[in-house]
């Protein structure tokens, strides 16, 4: 297993890991649906950085290392993640496979995330996890916003040779990542709308792309696309202005599947997350 690059045995030392549980608000949410299942440490107010979608078990095997959230506002400065804000409103689970959460930092913006787990039949391989991202502008004035997707995956529960390669559509956006672990296990994600810098890189041992989200400089990703091969990861970033009172709404769509060409039900599974994140829209549209 190789080692994680998060400060979790720094501030166990200094006897704080209580004192952080105490105040996390639903620290773990775990989904559940069909063969597979996700734990998302979802707490919020916390400086540690090892927080978020951590697991991605399908068909008894794990394939995400982990998957989370950061953002920066203005053009200077570190980025965050969002647990390092606070929960606006308790996380919720609707049911088994769906969960709201909703982060403010308060007098400037809301980031509202809503996340679906879909699975396929038991021993089909083959799992969806739709995420509907939502930040409002609560400031007063224009938002200069830039929000990032961190993403490990380490296919098959293994981090070594894995084969990652970013997409970008006609005008330079990127759209897509596909990853693969030779012809075992397959990985892909598509975004809505492309985001404006990505950057294909390994991960361990160094954790070169994780640590540019953690450390005390602004960020911008470097918009390398790969092939590359090993422990691979990858982040998206998003620069946006926001208006005053405006949203900006990102659709997340992630897939693993067992074959070459995504089966028939990983597309179905895709299409029903749509439809699941048109009803959670109208759901939240509701006042
Ligand atoms: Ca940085
Ligand atoms: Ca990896």
């Known amino acids: 297993m190789k080692r994680s690059p998060h400060f979790c045995p720094l501030i166990c030392a200094l006897g704080l890991c209580a004192a952080f549980s105490a105040t996390a608000t639903t620290p773990t949410s775990t989904l559940t649906n069909g063969n597979a299942s996700v734990t998302i440490k979802t707490g919020a107010g916390l400086t540690d950085p090892d927080f978020g979608m951590n697991s991605w078990t399908v068909d008894g095997v794990d394939q ?10 203005g053009s200077t400065g570190k980025e965050k993640t969002i647990s390092q804000l606070d929960l606006e409103t308790p996380c919720h ?17 809301t980031i509202g995330i809503n996340y679906t787990l879909l699975g396929g039949a038991e021993g089909s391989g083959s799992s969806t996890i739709g995420e509907q991202i939502i930040v409002k502008n609560i400031s007063g004035a224009a938002l200069d916003f830039h929000f990032f997707q961190y993403v490990d995956f380490d296919l098959g529960g293994s981090s070594a040779g894995d084969t990652l390669e970013l997409g970008q559509d006609a005008s330079g956006l990127f759209n897509s990542a596909y990853q693969h672990k030779g012809a075992s296990y397959f990985a892909d994600e598509f975004l809505t709308p492309g985001a404006n810098h990505g950057q294909a890189a390994l991960a361990s041992p160094d954790f070169t792309l994780f640590y540019s989200l953690t450390d005390n400089s602004p960020t911008t990703l470097n918009n390398f696309a790969g092939p590359i091969s090993g422990d691979t990861s990858w982040a998206f970033q998003w620069d946006v202005t926001i208006p005053v009172n405006g949203t900006f709404n990102i659709s997340l769509n992630k897939s693993v599947y067992v074959s070459a060409v995504p089966e028939p039900s990983v597309l179905a599974l895709a299409g029903l997350t749509c439809a699941l994140f048109a009803g959670a829209r109208r759901r939240h549209c509701k006042r």
């Open 93 to 109: 689970q609707e049911s088994d496979n769906y969960l709201t959460t909703k982060y403010v930092s308060y007098g400037k913006f």
């Open 64 to 73: 995400l290392y982990r998957q989370w959230f950061w953002f920066r506002t």
